[in-house]
DNA sequence: TTTATTTACGAATACGTTTAAGTGAATAGC
DNA sequence: GCTATTCACTTAAACGTATTCGTAAATAAA
């Protein structure tokens, strides 16, 4: 069994006190510069590592922040995360993972767990069924916490999301533009903010061109992955739509294969366009016409907003950050 | 401000020792039940929660687990992040993401950095261009260690893989089998028994049939993506193979884009088969025949057994875990 | 030269928990 | 009835670091 080495060791070693070793090791002003090296060396010889623990509980820093998602095996947070990881790893902090599953219950026995100080800050993508913000109030409050994409409207934090208004709206007049009479929605995200500004821009472009939808050529997301498949199917059956738009990527695969089930051509028959990061999107068939948000930088941005409020040089509470996703067309509406 | 409360709090309040309330919150035997529930009860009263440093620094218990990755915008990680995530949860612990971005230094950084008794436990799927495995035969000898996937042959310390030997054999013999004279061979983690398997297995029956392989044949991932484009078509031109195998899922796509742009029929002219987890397989153009790891399982398993070390019920230093891939035959080799 | 300040370090304490060892009272064994 | 054991709890000491306060020596200011 190694001994471990900890300021103690490096402070006997060298005849001086644990606490010079400590200020030493933090590169304190109180230190000359040749005990300093002294000590330097000492502890890349021994190669003594400070113990996170014992450092966390003193100094009340974790070098750690938390992310919290709906889930991980999606390319929007996947690349998302991505982003996060890469600031994080410059600053040397640590990154926990969390899915929600779209879990409104798990999403707040986490946030919940996340205030005995295991972190410094949080990153959160609220979960889809949660309705209910009143845990966020509460956590925004007591720890540095940075929303991004998928975001509360009236909390008192930062908010990280793309111009889900314009390029809904966008989208829409890209059908309309290409002769679609009847363009169904594929409704996700309901209660927040990021939802309601998409179905907001499908809404506008319709209006402006005189286009009116019915609740029947709107499909609500369901949890339930295999009701989606079904639910789109009778839609498409029953309202005969010349175009879809979905709101997220989960919904945009069915829809391959509705239109495959009942026989239709996409494009000829269906148009469809969905908000989504695939990669594969150009090498579908037909290709998908994506609106791509540029998930790696929305990573990147919350995670920089964070580490700037927790060195308390960032002083925009509400700051709201958008970035602009871009509608890439393909195929599958040409 | 609010105080914080600590186990000191409850103490006080309920007037009996500090040491009482820690064993009741523990659930320790010496406390009797009358005590424990008081403690309980103000416990969930006052919302206390236990100072994970301060546990974790007297404890050397740090419910905390690392995953070591090389890229988590993956289908197959995040997949298999999904797995271990699963497991985790169970047993309340958390997960620390890291990627090394196929960079064996950044591995070594990280490696030596969770040395510090930040985890009990790693989870590691090794990055493609690390060639040394000294500093995990270092590490394995100071912290339980479970690799995924990407493992080297000769480290004391368990292993869960695929069946990448056989499921290679069986996709090439797919293709003899569907009349391919020339299969070509996009050989990645060369230097993993990951890959030198999956070689094997595609050598093996291309020779049981009679057949042979030469170097210009087989293309070697290389870290810059852009090139891997540029060597595919290189050598599809010149070879005029009428099909390929790729080792990895990042080396399928480019096939696609390859057989484009020198206007090859995919399957007429060009059979294609993939290592890959991709749910698009299915939709591409055309679909894509895979070799689908079992990711999901393999990272429950992988975590599953990390906690067995953990609770010491686990007793096979060497344990070599191997999941059935399965062959999804499609459009692209038929 | 005398006083004030700076420099470089050490002693001691606190962070919040866990745990080994100890203790008095109640119970059991004979 | 006396000793041995069990029960339920307390005392006190860690775990390894960061930090406040203090201090002796060296330097600067007067």
Known sequence: MKETVTVKTLAKELNISIATVS?????????????????????????????????????????????IIPEIANNFFSLA????????RKRDYHVLIYQTHENSEIEIAFTDSLLSGRVDGILISVSSNTNNNDHFKELVKKIPVVFFDRVFEDIDAVKITTDDYDSAYNA????????CKKIAYLFALNNLVTGKNRFAGYKKALEEYGMVYT????????????????????????????????????????CYYVARELNLNIPRDLKIISFSNLNTAPLLNPSLTTIEQ????????????????????????????????????RESTS
């Open 294 to 329: 540029p998930a790696f930088e929305i990573g990147k941005e919350a995670a920089d907003i964070l580490f700037k409020i927790l060195d308390k040089k960032y002083f925009e509470p509400n700051g709201n950050h958008i970035l602009k996703s871009s509608l890439i067309k």
């Open 81 to 88: 995360i991505n982003g996060i990881e890469e600031i994080a």
């Open 172 to 179: 829409t007049r890209h059908l309309i533009e290409g002769g």
């Open 215 to 254: 609740d029947a050529m709107v499909v609500n997301y369901d949890k339930d992955i295999s009701k989606n498949y079904e639910n789109i199917k009778a839609m498409v059956s029953s309202e005969k739509p010349d175009a879809i738009i979905s709101s997220i990527e989960d919904l945009a695969l069915p």
């Open 23 to 67: 200020k030493a090791l933090n590169d304190s002003y109180e230190i000359s510069l040749e005990t300093k090296q002294k000590v330097w060396d000492l502890a890349k010889k021994l190669k003594y590592q400070r113990n996170p623990s014992a450092s966390n509980l003193r100094s009340h820093k974790t070098k750690t922040i938390a992310v």
